[in-house]
Every structure is written in structure tokens, then in C-alpha cells.
């Protein structure tokens, strides 16, 4: 990421960019035996954190506040709550209970459990029945505040944690953590895989949200995928009787991605995995724009030239397009008019932008960054939100729903209210990089009703769509 040209953020790759390095490196470092590793014909693969949000915290989340930041406005929970529709189902008792949702994150946050309660009392928000922690793939590193790896993830934990439950007050939390570090050259996705294997194998939770993404041209191609196993958390999670829906985000730059170095992208359209995958359903972002009468339209979350971001020229927007990996899956064959003969992405979008970010709160210990209040934003925030819409849905039905996406597509086909179009906006970028410098404008997509390689088929009325997933009929 080109992290030199955004003044106040600290920003990761594309959601959680995953990359094979295989850049220049000392003779003998980590890096330099991952790429040895690489060229034999082993993935090595790294994972970093990508929940974007400005360095100066504040003491407290007001409009003032996020206003002097340099934000149009910051969005409360109770504000998502509204501007999807989520309060009738709380009144009707639908808000997670019995259902667990899974979050999937390496080294996590030491602070979440202390750092969710203050959420909560800010907010007026129930604690949730439980939130537990466990390390399925090995033991978590002891906290380094020096480690800007390490508190990354920390802020993409507090995030996943505090919307997910946001969205799903009822619901169990769980956080997967795992012992990844590019900055220690350790691969990073086999660790993934294994703990959502355990996730999956035990039956912990009924929708499993990963804020990572990887290029997929990062691979030689699908068969390197399938050869060293990546797949096959999602193959058991669709292979088992109610097993959980697997979410993942579809990245933070538009069509362009960050590339293997992790500070310049793609100069060519490309796309991620996992929301790729066609076991997976990809989350897009969107931006929430207030209406009149506490009223919220959705429109392509697109702030590549929000100057509040830095030059007008970063290229932070949702990530959508045609996959190079995987065909056009059968629910998509309504609308391969869009997508051709390939996987188009995203599925669904919930607000992402960071011209509408969240509140979150944060304490765990960072190297120049106190504890408080940070406006956050990127598809690692609408991702746990729509797991959270799942949790309510899986509450409904009365279990796990498995992959969603033939649903989510049908709903779409038949104008279902629980599927709000999103018909403005594009994921278009455009940014500077090289030496001499060079300014690169990728062309991208156009939401629209129906299905876009932007926004999928759309966003969310929640008091619909909980009960539309389960298939039944909202009460009257």
C-alpha cells in the first residue's frame, strides 16, 4: 500500500491482501527462503491486515469529533441498525440467539473482551451470551506493541468483533486466532486452513467470517489452490449436514489490488480469493448516504477521490470483477449476461465506505497510538456485518444455512424485499506509482439493479431478508 500518500491512516491491502513473496530480498532473511520456497512450487503465503482507519483516535464517538477528522460523518450502531431495517426483528426476539458466529483472525486483539464492554456501554448494546477465544493452529505470539503487523490485526479484531455483534447482539462470539506473521516470514493461510478445519470438523458456528482476500493471480493457478489443500475448509463446510456459511471480502481497492511487494498494485484489472471461490459468498462494500427522516440510501462504496483520504488519487473502493480461476457457478447463470462464462464477484454488499465509517473502540497496547475512539471502514467492516445478518437468519431457520448463495441470487431474480438494488456508482480507480511517477486509471464496473461486478446483487433490508434465507415469511 502506498501508505506515503494517505496523511492520518493506517492502511492494509485489499481487506486482508494475501501475496506469495517474491520480491528482493537478503540472502538468508525469511523472505528471501519464502521466495526460494515459491519458485520450488510451494504457495507461501502471507497475511496482513487491511481494517483502515485514521491514526489520531478520539476520546469520545461523536459527530464533532469525527467531523474534525476530516469525515463527512460516522456511523453509530444504532445508525446501521436503522438503515437496515434491523429493529423488527429485534422486537421480534431475532437478534442471534443460539447461534455463534466465528471470526477468523490471526494473532487477534489481548484487549477485545475489555475493549467489546466499552463498546457495549457506549452504545447501549447487550453483552453477547459469550465470547471465547481459541488457537486451534498454535500458540499466539506474546503481544508486541512495536509490531505494526501484529497491532494491524489487532485492529482488524476489534472491528470483525464489535459489528459482528453489532449486527447480531445475541449471538455468540468466537474469535479463531492464529500465530501469522509476514514480518517473521511464517505462511499464513495453511494456519487459516487448519483452524477453520477445526472450526468446521467440531461445529463451532454457523457462519464463519474471513476479512482476507488474496490476488488471485498470486497463484500459478487453481490446481496449486487445490493441491496444498486451501479449498478444503470450504469443501467440509458445504460437504456437512447444516454446515456454516463461509463469508469473505472482496477487497479494498477496486478492480486494481495491491501487489506481491504490498505498495504498488495491479496496473490491470484482477480479483481475490477466497470470495472468489464459489463455496464462498463475497461481500462488496457499499456507502450509506442519510437521507430524510433518519433515512439511509446504499451507492458503490467508491473514495478514490474523497480528498478527506489523501491526495484524490488513492484507490480505495470495493472490489468486484471477473474471477481467472473459477467458471461461472450454476446460481450465477441468471445473470451470466453480466459474467460471462467466469465467477463474477462480489455476492451481496453492506456498508464499507470510509465516507460512512464505523465507531470502534480500541486499548490494546500500539506504539503511538492510544486507547480510544477510531473511525474505521473497508469490506473487513460489511464483511461481519452481513455474518451477523446471517446469525439472524440461521436463528430463524433454526440452524446453520450453508452456502447461501443459490438463495441470495433466486431472491434477487425474484425482486424479493430483502434484496435492495444498488443502482450508483462503480469500482473505477485511479493512482500513482513508479519511478518516474505514472498515473494509472483502471476502468472498473457499474452498479446496477439486478447484478453488478460491484455491489453483487445488492444490499440488504435485514427484517426481510433474515426470514427470506430461512425461507419463511416475515410475521405480520
Known amino acids: 500500500m502506498r501508505k506515503g500518500k494517505v496523511t492520518g491512516l493506517a492502511v492494509g491491502a485489499a481487506a486482508l491482501a494475501i501475496g506469495v513473496i517474491a520480491a528482493a530480498a537478503p540472502a538468508g532473511s525469511a523472505v528471501a527462503k519464502s521466495a526460494a520456497s515459491a519458485a520450488a512450487g510451494t504457495p507461501t ?27 463527512y460523518h460516522c456511523i453509530t450502531p444504532q445508525q446501521v441498525e436503522t438503515a437496515y431495517n434491523l429493529a423488527p426483528l429485534y422486537r421480534h426476539g431475532i437478534t442471534g440467539k443460539g447461534e455463534t458466529i466465528v471470526i477468523v483472525d490471526s494473532f487477534g486483539s489481548p484487549t477485545i473482551k475489555k475493549d467489546l464492554a466499552v463498546f457495549d456501554r457506549q452504545f447501549k448494546l447487550p453483552a453477547p451470551p459469550s465470547i471465547k477465544i481459541i488457537t486451534p493452529a498454535g500458540t499466539i505470539p506474546k503481544w508486541n506493541p512495536d509490531n505494526s503487523d501484529m497491532t494491524g490485526w489487532g485492529g482488524e479484531t476489534t472491528l470483525d468483533v464489535e459489528y459482528a455483534h453489532s449486527i447480531a447482539p445475541g449471538a455468540n462470539i468466537l474469535l479463531v486466532e492464529t500465530p501469522v506473521s509476514e514480518t517473521e516470514g511464517v505462511t499464513g493461510f495453511p494456519q487459516i486452513v487448519e483452524a477453520e478445519n477445526y472450526v468446521v470438523k467440531h461445529h463451532l458456528g454457523g457462519v464463519i467470517s474471513q476479512s482476507f482476500s488474496a490476488t488471485e493471480q498470486t497463484f500459478t493457478g487453481l490446481g496449486q489452490i487445490n493441491r ?13 449436514e447444516d454446515g456454516p456459511t463461509v463469508l469473505a471480502a472482496s477487497g479494498d481497492s477496486g478492480v486494481a489490488d495491491v501487489g506481491l511487494d504490498q505498495e504498488t498494485y495491479y496496473t490491470h484489472r484482477v480479483t481475490s480469493w477466497p470470495d472468489s471461490d464459489p463455496l464462498v459468498t463475497g461481500v462488496g462494500g457499499t456507502e450509506l448516504v442519510a437521507g430524510k427522516g433518519n433515512t439511509y440510501t ?134 500513482t506509482q513508479g519511478t518516474p511517477v505514472k498515473t494509472y486509471t483502471l476502468h472498473g464496473f457499474k452498479a446496477q439493479a439486478g447484478y453488478s461486478l460491484v455491489d453483487g446483487v445488492g444490499t440488504v433490508n435485514g427484517w426481510y431478508l433474515a426470514y427470506e434465507l430461512a425461507g419463511r415469511t416475515p410475521p405480520r
Open 228 to 240: 496444498y489443500h486451501l479449498r478444503s475448509a470450504y469443501v467440509q463446510a458445504a460437504q456437512e
Open 45 to 71: 503465503i502471507v497475511v496482513k491486515p487491511g481494517v483502515i482507519h485514521p491514526m489520531a483516535g478520539m476520546p469520545a464517538p461523536s459527530q464533532a469529533n469525527c467531523v474534525a477528522l476530516g469525515f
Open 298 to 431: 446504499s451507492v458503490a462504496w467508491n473514495d478514490t477521490y474523497n480528498p478527506h483520504l489523501g491526495d484524490g488519487t488513492v484507490p480505495y473502493a470495493t472490489g468486484g470483477g471477473l474471477s481467472v480461476l473459477f467458471s461461472r457457478p450454476f446460481y450465477q447463470d441468471g445473470v451470466k449476461n453480466v459474467v460471462g462464462s467466469a465467477r463474477g464477484v462480489p455476492d451481496v454488499s453492506m456498508n464499507g465506505a470510509c465516507t460512512s465509517p464505523v465507531f470502534t473502540y480500541q486499548s490494546f497496547p500500539q506504539q503511538g497510538t492510544p486507547a480510544g475512539w477510531y473511525p474505521s471502514c473497508g469490506t473487513s467492516e460489511s464483511t461481519p456485518e452481513f455474518a451477523g445478518i446471517v446469525a439472524l437468519a440461521d436463528q430463524v431457520a433454526g440452524h446453520p444455512l450453508g452456502l447461501i448463495n443459490p438463495t441470495l441470487y433466486w431472491l434477487s431474480a425474484e425482486r424479493a424485499p430483502g434484496i435492495v438494488p444498488v443502482t450508483s456508482g462503480n469500482n473505477t480507480v485511479t493512482f
